[in-house]
């Protein structure tokens, strides 16, 4: 028989044959995290640990540089606390976990029972807005305190029925910046800084090129007077919210009684932001750059730049190969990339080649060498590119490479995020009429951004988002404001809008 | 009237007057955290947590020079998990927080109730041990597959009564580490590898002697075949336990079911260690080094090794002042101490200069200078050391300061720990009766350590620690092992075990 045989990917399915079955095995295929035996939480694994790691060390120094301070506040708010805050946001999540007794007891034939019941049930924050607020309150009494830039990075749970690793389960890790401000304009400034600083990291770390903009109000943080975000195009052309940065003027200030003697002795509300990213990153970082043969990661943010295989089985002296490996580590350690050493792993499991390599794919370094005795022989090591095809080899002599790695690695991220970007703008649209853009959003495997014109109006909004899952993702920054008609009234319109459906 | 003025000391009480409340007093003038509204936790404040981050990197190092990777586990464990252990471990804690309702609903007046009721009730995890277990149940299938070493930076709850910041809480953070290994004799020698790390840790960055050693049966962690643990000497002669490292054998593996095939192809259970140290070392490097005028940081943990005030208001252009001082913050952040930036803060506020100059002693910064006018002329600084009283100030030239910086603070940092060690060593007695065992420890003013044998039965020290709260700190590692007479039965006493209260 000559039919031709399927082209393998160390995938299975492909993006194209079922892309949430393919996200689920690009993460266990790179071992990033996996299910946990509580509902809605997982477990990450130490692949995807690393990974968090980098994202968290990336942003905290970028934090610490514009003058941001960490601090810790408790896990649980008192419920009181989040009464106060029903009380002015109707918004309010009310899916969270409840702690209501402080003791087990015996409660026969080996079983534990509550007890202890508590007198103000706790809930484990979904958000620490109300307990920092209690805080500031008390840290914030003159001009002089201000502006208080805090930021925190913790664990937060939020009740979730369906659950997606990484980009929603019941528990999450984030980070969640608060500060206070004196004025009105300085919060406000302070908030678009923010959304610079997560579009930068986006862009420049993750390779995952973002839309930055203003919120809609059907969109808008609940009690927030404008929130802004970094959208990001995923491989199924759906958008994922990756930041958002809120100006919450003084709601929120005098919610929980942040006042402070102004330079004349008058006492103010002061004005406040807050802004988070999570661990739902990894989420868009996953389906930004994954391919059929699994994650591929930006050098930037991989926990190894390099894998070095030793290949002994044919060597007559092996440990002269592994020495030779060894050196070679060495001295790429030696060299920084972005401020970090570069990080080498080498493995020498006692396993079959093509089984190691591949295992290497999907765990997405962007350089993996094969180092034999041959290759020793000629002072050379055998590379392969993770943004390459997985067959694409080539011998390079040692010393060259050695020379070459950071230009190299910094040609992978270049090319990743220009290969994303290339990928949204061919997938992004400008549509002008209502027909368009419901046939655009109507095809099950089309789709992508609409820039379309539409009068502010969020019922409007509302039936769109209700007839086609489809909303607006954000008022971009990036426009030339060209006024225009709305695709859906004929009504005037300030700018075009991004549209799309969203995770 | 001609009454010598008392020695103003800048916290109130001092150690004499009022340990507990020196305590406290330090943390508050030092603005390390403070408490919270939610009964028993804590908020740790931006100074308490950059101390806390330089313990946390410089531990996390040497767990990963030393093969470990970071994962992270859920938050919640399920009641069933505890039910298991509590099976076959006594000692299991049963004070924690339980979650058993996953939503809130409004229950009239504006109040919120919990709804939602949980099948099976959650736990916040009062350690990780089960829930890991789970997972390395999972993860480990054959020999090929260890050691695996795992650790986890996490929030641990354990729901407590009588809450001191830092020392006990409901919520703390900690680092909990995981092993499992193929054999009894690689889990015991990892067990003290990392007792080794704490060791290392306390001694050479907390600036903090400890004692090594293991723990009697009786203050052995339930469940574990050897406990083994750093103990420290704080000011008023306790004993703070700073870190625990516990040889399992195969019992939480024959809990857990973690089994491997070996290389014969048999299955076996693994053995397992585990080991965590948390924020209560915070309280401990406040007991070892504050003084009467508040906090005082080893230099290898000083989240500032130096802060900069500029004296501008006798000078004529107070604006080259404060340029000179940037320019001196920029010399000394260009110098590295032990693989660090030197961090230098300026404080420029417009604050009296002898309250700026007390906060930053309370706030316990290695060095402080004080750069006016003159002081620029002659191109020197005013410098005070915090290992000194705060009415020595000396001028020393620019030039020699940043030439001398590193060996400064190393000269600090060893200052510190030699004294504590001396401190420890002159309240630690050879005690070989009963009586004077007893007289030693009654004494409300005296107390501290006594090395003294004793015929190891659990039984004699807990009647020890009912009579006077004392009991065995650890079977020191370090001791010439030479056998004797126990003191309280006259029994034969295979060596000298140290005695203490403790926290």
Redesign the interface.
Known sequence: MSTKPKQRTAISPTRAEDYPEWYQQVIRGADLA?V???RG??????WG??L??NIQRALDEMFKASGH???????????S???KE??HVDGFA?????????????GGE???V?A?PLEE????RPTSET?IG??FSKWVQSY?DLPLL?NQW??V?R?EMRTRLFLRTA?F?WQEGHTAHASDSEASDHTLRMLDIYAKFANEFMAMPVLTGEKTEAERFPGAVRTYCIEAMMQDRKALQAGTSHFLGQNFAKASDIQFLDENGDRTYAWTTSWGVSTRLIGGLIMTHADDDGLMLPPRLAPAHVVIMPITFKAEKPEDVEQYCQSLAEELRQQTYHGRHIEVEIDG??LRGGEKNWQWVKKGVPIRLEVGPRDMEKDSVFMARRDQSAKEKASVPRAQFVLEIVKLLDEIQQGMFDRALAFRESNTHVIDTKEEFYEFFSKEAEGGFALTHYNADPALEGKIKNDLQVTVRCIPQESNHETGTCAFTGEPSPQRVIWGKSY
């Open positions: 996996e946990s035996p509580v939480c997982m477990v990450i694994k130490p640990y690393a968090w790691e301070r960490n601090a810790y506040f408790p896990l649980f708010i008192p419920l606390f989040l009464e029903a009380e009310k899916e969270c976990a409840v702690v209501t007794h402080h003791r087990l007891e015996e080996g079983g534990l509550p202890g049930p706790l809930v484990v307990i209690a805080s002089r805090i913790a664990n749970v009740w528990e890790l499991r006692d």
